[in-house]
């Protein structure tokens, strides 16, 4: 069983920054990638980062250049850096880590973006 849990929302203004960190534990039976969602209020989950096994990323396009993705295989984190956030950015964002047989999902991090 895998547990994913997400921290390191909160309130900042526009143009600030955030990280959040998605920790994997459990007995993952292996990982072929993790990845951050968001959920704006009112609207359906979209996808903002993967980080692949291989170490390959992929971004949205709104988002590819503000947003870094990375992990610490040690500490099986993977971190999410947002830089020059807007109010649009306001969201519950979900680390999801997918794994051979399936994947799970964590409860979610509030990020409030403030204008």
């Known amino acids: 069983q895998v547990q994913v849990v997400e921290s390191g929302g909160g309130l900042v203004q526009a143009g600030g920054s955030l990280r959040l960190s998605c920790v994997v534990s459990?007995?993952?039976?292996?990982?072929?990638?993790v990845a951050w969602y968001r959920q704006p209020p009112g609207k359906e989950r979209e996808l903002v980062a993967r980080i692949s096994s291989d170490g390959s990323t992929r971004y949205a396009d709104s988002m590819k250049d503000r947003f870094l993705i990375s992990r610490d295989n040690v500490k099986k984190t993977v971190y999410l850096q947002m830089n020059s956030l807007k109010p649009e950015d306001t969201a519950v964002y979900y680390c999801?880590?997918?794994?051979?047989?399936?994947?799970?999902w964590g409860q979610g991090t509030q990020v409030t973006v403030s204008s």
């Open positions: 999801n880590h997918i794994g051979t047989y399936g994947s799970s």
């Open positions: 459990g007995r993952p039976s292996s990982t072929n990638a």
